[in-house]
Every structure is written in C-alpha cells, then in structure tokens.
C-alpha cells in the first residue's frame, strides 16, 4: 500500500474519531439553550412585573400631585369663604367649595384603588426575583456539569485536531484537498478500498485501464459511481 494512503488512513480514523467528538459537542448545546431558556423566561416575567411596577407608581404619583392641587384648591376657597360678605360671592364661592370637594373625593377614591394595585405588585415582584433565584440557583449544578462535560470534550477535540493535523502534513497537499473536499460533503469515510474490479462503497465497476493506474502509481483516484475515493490494495 503506498505510504501516502496508509496516512491518509490514519488521518480519516482521526477524522471519524473528531466527528464523533463534534457530535458530543453539539449534543450540549439543546441541553443548555434549556438552561438558558427557562432563566430568560423566569427574567422576561420579571421584567414585566417590574414595567407594571413602574408605570402604577407613576400613576401614583400622578394621582397625588393632583390630591395635593384640589387639597390646596379646597383651602383657599375655604379661606374666602371665611372673608367674603355677600350673598352672591359666598354662593359662588361654596358651588367652587363643593366642586373642588368632589374632585378631591374622586381622586383620593383613585388613590386608594391605585395604592391597592402598587401593594400586590410589589409583592408579585418580589415573587418573580424570588423565581428568578430560585431558578438560577436550581440551574447551578445542571450549569456546572454541562460546562465540565464541555470542556472536557473540547480538550478532546483540541487534543485530536491536533494529532490529526501532525499526520496530515505528510500527504500530498493535492490528495488532502480531495479527501477534505468529499469528507466536508459526505461528514463519513471518504478513502474506500479497491475490492477486486469494484468499487467497495458502491459497486461500481472501474476500468481496468484506472484500476491498472491505481495499482501502479499507488495514488488514490475518485470512483465516477459514488464520488468517493478508492486506493488499489496490493
């Protein structure tokens, strides 16, 4: 067997070997996108639950500040009330005494309903903080042996890649680039054996013109049947 296809050989067994580590890679990342998933979920309820927070209190603060207006309306129509003699001021005078009366009755009414809704929201969001902890704190040890289990198989990857690429030198740049070429398509075996007048992968018969090539040169050429490429066994 000609030198280049026995490291060719070795080359695609780390390549499956890579693949295999890659798959395992790939697997962790539904796991943790779970992870990260039921924490984005637990984190957007608590956004939210503070936006509502936040836009009560605002109201809150709106519905005070007019309180604060009618209550100082109130008092000063109470005051000329207190200095104005005639019958017909003192009338109008009470009509707007009244009016700012009701006003502030109806806003305090307003306050009261508001202040309500901003008690149970702060208390719905302190139950989404508590979630959101509880979650994470939940997630810690999922998180950590993922994160392990990551970093192991990476140092794997790593550790291959690299033994792989050492090999790969001592093949011809031009037969690398086919073999690279079918393993990135078929992400399987790309270099097949020549079994007596076929094609071990697909059967296909070869010329004997090609097979007489294959066995004289060693070199491995590309089976027109399946794409893969075959080397002559000696």
Do not use: W
Request: with cysteine; aromatic share 2%.
């Amino acid at each position: 067997m000609h030198q280049e296809v026995e490291v060719l050989l070795e080359v695609q067994r780390d390549d499956a070997a890579i693949f295999e580590l890659e798959d395992k890679l790939a697997a962790l990342a539904p796991r943790m996108a779970a992870l990260e998933a039921d924490t984005k979920r637990a984190e957007r309820a608590l956004d939210e639950a503070r936006a509502s927070l936040a836009a009560e209190e605002k109201r809150q603060r709106d519905a005070q500040f007019r309180i604060d207006q009618h209550r100082e309306l109130l008092r000063r129509n109470e005051e000329v009330m207190n200095v104005i003699t005639s019958p017909r001021e003192a009338a109008a005078a009470m009509a707007q005494t009244d009016q700012a009366k009701r006003m502030l009755a109806d806003d305090e009414r307003d306050m009261a309903s508001i202040h309500s809704r901003v008690e149970d929201l702060r208390k719905y969001v302190a139950e989404r903080a508590a979630v959101v902890d509880s979650t994470r704190a939940a997630q810690g040890d999922a998180r950590a042996t993922l994160e392990a289990d990551r970093a192991g198989i990476q140092g794997q990857l790593d550790a291959a890649m690299a033994d792989r690429n050492k090999k790969a030198v001592r093949v011809s740049r031009s037969l690398l680039a086919r073999y690279d070429r079918i393993q990135r398509r078929q992400r399987s075996v790309a270099l097949f054996a020549l079994r007596g007048q076929s094609c071990s992968h697909c059967d296909t018969l070869i010329p004997m013109q090609r097979r007489n090539v294959m066995v004289g040169s060693g070199t491995p050429e590309v089976c027109e049947g399946c794409g893969v490429l075959l080397y002559a066994v000696e």
